[in-house]
């Protein structure tokens, strides 16, 4: 499934730079460098971090999309960083568990 | 063997936000020698976290990367406080990181785990009160 298809199941683009990308799987994780140990490359990443050095993260760590559940705010710095790094991502209004749950239903 | 490579970086170790820009960097230009996906991302993911160490750790510090047809060598050196216990620093969730940095999703103490784990040899120069060089390589061959 691509990153873009998944604007048609309630998520919202927050900055989408590369929505062609394909989703290989899902993980969840709000410390950093647990993710980057964990995550594997092309997974939809789900967070409710929303500081600068997520992109980064998901940069560095091939992540496919960042999800930020909960309705979290982003900030303009954090959009404006994930454009310019080719970034992807994307908001849940839901919880991070039934976004999971939302995203395993479409994944499958 | 043909000639390598050699990327050098200043690490700024008062700009937290920014950290990240040589990792960042590297990554980009591994992409343009045509390098595997999977080799750059353990290549930068180690880098990124030794260049968190050294902000949070070591104000700043300095990052060489050494490309060879056989392999990527990180050389990260910095003048900080050095590492009081290597091995205790090696274990998962071991950390000495401030709230202040936990607040930023770092401080796990997954940092040198990781270093560990996506690299294929590790080394680990430190002097208490002088600073820690970290030696990595990445096999290309």
């Known amino acids: ?108 | 063997m043909s000639d390598s490579l050699v990327f050098h970086f200043d690490v700024d170790g008062d700009n937290f936000t920014s950290a990240g820009q040589a990792s960042t960097q590297v990554k980009k230009n591994l992409r343009q020698l045509g390098l595997s996906p999977a080799i750059i991302r353990r290549v930068s993911i180690a880098m990124y976290e030794g260049e968190i160490n050294m902000v949070i750790h070591a104000n700043g510090g300095t990052a060489d990367v050494v490309v060879t047809e056989e392999y990527i060598e990180i050389v990260l050196e910095d003048r900080g406080p050095g590492i009081q216990n290597v091995e205790q620093a090696m274990q998962e969730g071991f950390s000495t990181a401030t709230d202040s940095i936990r607040s930023l999703g770092f401080g796990a103490g997954m940092g040198l785990p990781n270093m560990k784990r996506y690299t294929d040899s590790m080394s680990i120069d430190t002097v208490i009160g002088e600073g820690t060089t970290i030696t990595m390589r990445v096999n290309l061959a």
């Open chain 1, 1 to 108: 499934m691509k990153v873009k298809e998944l604007l048609a199941h309630g998520f919202e683009a927050l900055a989408l730079p590369d929505g062609e990308r394909e989703i290989d799987g899902v993980y969840i994780g709000d410390l950093l460098s647990w993710v980057m140990g964990r995550a594997q490359m092309d997974n939809a990443w789900i967070t409710i971090m929303t500081n600068v050095n997520v992109v980064a993260v998901a940069s560095l760590a091939d992540t496919s999309c960042v999800i930020l559940a909960e309705g979290v705010a982003m900030t303009d710095e954090l959009k404006d960083t994930a454009q310019a790094k080719d970034v992807n991502i994307l908001g849940s209004s839901e919880p991070i568990y039934e976004t999971a749950v939302r995203l395993a239903g479409l994944l499958a």
